[in-house]
């Protein structure tokens, strides 16, 4: 239990409070709703269903005020470098931004399927009350009526016996930005699906800025007042005096006309600072937009893979960070994330862009057909904005995990720590460097990457840096959709790959496949070996365990960390940290 508050205590800590605060605003509200005086003539005519739309709907405001504030990386990254946070562990925190932006809308998902489900049964409800099918009591309170002859004010909205419950829904304000709303937050959500934000990150990209749509329907919400609740009146109502003899209201001094009144729109205080927020976040990113952006060097690598090396003025970055880039000949909307490969020494910034989706299909194509010596198609940039390998260089010793295209993020890092050696930096406080590469499937996108490691990792440091690559496929998940003869082979001839490149190749200065002077493992890495090796060579070191990969891995290093994590402080602590976009 020890071991697993080092790593998640904090993060644990903060999701109680929201979900606290969440649990509280619903039973508040509930209660206020379902007891409340000023209220029990509107639950005549609503029942249990009015507090089962207002709780949700307190829940609803808070949520919506949290929503997009984790998704304003500026904020964040001043957040990140300001001395509020400087401490690691909230950090920690900020990198888990998109983890926190999905609970809270999760949260929201639900809350309006309540809210709506609620609501919906109100304007059934008022229909039927206004019909008198109620009893006399609700039936006299629909008839009230605003008039200032009569000295009346309505409590029920339905105002005619023509008006059925889906003509009140699509022309009532209430209603029908209710609908909009509905239906922006159902697109939003089934277009962030993994396998569509991965695969069709245009359609997750524009469906999700449906979410203007979504706050303007919020703001303008409750303006129509639908839930309306009795005032005070000089003499008062007595509700429980005069509730069973309507016919007397008016007529004796116990029981004046009961007047209704519909409460202020509450939402648009809740969102309208982090609007303000976000709309900052967009003007800058305009601002960004406009700023000039030339081309050092462009390299078609291996694998279809594209490198930019790029010059912005008064661009600074951090190793680890990375950018949004905007093509304006492919969209002009369109915003994709990039690690940065680049170090913070160097004077140009570089990403390196893989064929996934339409966008960077495009953009390789593009550059593909450029004449020789052309220059490349104009560029925008926004950030740098900060990740967990931003603080590789805080920890005593730092674990660099990456799995396939997730090597990226390290690149960076591994050619500031060539720089820094080269410069001799008495700032690094860091001791050891490990690193470990994983390749799924593939034997020639190996070597994607082959020209970081070369340039970064073959540099005499022994005894600071270590690395292993790891080639991970053919395993029986992957040879399971062949036939079991070609399985069969399949798996004969990897063995015999194998084999052959360890006998053969024993006495090489450098691996047959990737060029390295580290030699190729087989086979996923044995991580209880890998912590418990670590955690032997450092017995009283803070590691920091970094990862760029999928989230399955993430699971496993996360469930290592703790296992290897000793809470006294002589002892080695492991500190997961996760690239997340």
């Not at 903060?14 to 005086?37: A, E, K, R």
Request: net charge positive; proline share 6%; with cysteine.
């Amino acid at each position: 239990m020890s071991n697993w508050i080092i790593n998640h205590g904090l993060s644990a800590f903060i999701l109680v409070v929201w979900m606290g605060i969440n649990i509280f605003l619903f039973v508040y509200y509930y209660l206020f709703y379902d007891q409340g005086p000023q209220f029990e003539y509107t639950r005549e005519l609503l029942g249990s269903a009015l507090p089962w739309a207002r709780a949700p709907a307190a829940v609803l405001n808070f949520n919506c005020m949290l929503i997009l504030l984790p998704v304003c990386r500026n904020l964040l990254s001043l957040l990140r470098g300001s001395f509020i946070c400087c401490g690691r562990t909230m950090r920690k925190q900020l990198d888990k931004n998109l983890t926190f932006h999905k609970l809270v809308a999760y949260m929201i998902a639900l809350m309006t399927a309540v809210h709506t489900v609620a609501h919906l049964l109100n304007v059934e409800w008022y229909t039927n009350s206004f019909q008198g099918r109620y009893g006399p009591l609700p039936e006299n309170l629909s008839m009230l009526d605003d008039s200032r002859e009569l000295n009346t004010t309505y409590l029920n909205p339905i105002r005619s016996n023509s008006t059925t419950p889906t003509l009140f829904v699509f022309t009532t304000i209430a209603g029908l930005t209710g609908v909009v709303i509905t239906l922006a937050l159902i697109l939003m959500i089934t277009s962030s699906m993994e396998v569509i934000r991965r695969s069709y990150f245009e359609v997750f990209w524009y469906t999700h800025h449906l979410f203007i749509i979504f706050f303007a329907g919020l703001v303008f919400h409750g303006a129509g007042r639908i839930v309306r609740s009795q005032q005070v009146t000089d003499p008062p109502h007595n509700n429980s005096f005069c509730e069973d003899q309507p016919e007397n209201w008016g007529k004796i001094p116990e029981c004046p006309i009961p007047q209704f009144a519909g409460g202020f729109p509450q939402t648009w205080m809740w969102v309208i600072g982090p609007m303000i927020i976000y709309l900052c976040e967009r003007l800058l990113r305009f601002i960004r937009y406009m700023q000039p952006v030339s081309y050092r060097k462009i390299v078609i690598r291996p694998s279809k893979v594209l490198e930019l090396q790029l010059v912005k003025p008064g661009f600074k970055m951090e190793v680890g960070q990375y950018v949004f880039l905007n093509c304006p000949a492919i969209s002009q909307l369109e915003w994709h994330p990039f690690t940065m490969t680049s170090a913070p020494e160097e004077d140009f910034f570089s990403v390196h862009i893989r064929s996934v989706g339409d966008w960077t299909e495009k953009l390789i194509k593009m550059v593909e057909n450029l004449p020789e010596g052309g220059q490349g198609p104009k560029m925008a940039v926004d950030g740098p904005f900060g990740t967990a390998s931003e603080d590789v260089f805080d920890y005593e010793v730092s674990m660099l995990v990456g799995a396939g295209i997730g090597v990226t993020p390290f690149a960076s890092i591994l050619k500031s720590i060539w720089y820094k050696f080269k410069d001799s930096d008495p700032k690094l406080r860091t001791n050891r460097v490990r690193s470990c590469w994983t390749k799924i499937r593939k034997l020639g996108a190996t070597v994607k990457h082959n020209h970081f490691f070369q340039d970064s990792l073959e540099l005499r440091m022994r005894d600071f840096l270590t690395y292993k690559l790891y080639l991970t496929g053919w395993d029986q998940s992957h040879v399971r959709a062949i036939s079991p003869l070609n399985a069969l082979i399949t798996e004969h001839l990897i063995l015999h790959l194998q084999v052959n490149h360890a006998m053969v190749h024993f006495d090489k200065d450098t691996d047959i496949i990737t060029g390295l002077k580290q030699k190729t493992h087989y086979g996923r890495p044995n991580w209880d070996k890998e912590f418990e090796q670590v955690r032997q060579e450092n017995p009283s070191s803070v590691v920091g365990t970094f990862l760029c990969g999928p989230q399955a891995l993430a699971k496993d290093l996360e469930k290592k960390c703790v296992k290897y994590s000793d809470v006294d402080p002589r002892k080695t602590k492991f500190y997961f940290n996760k690239e997340n976009f």
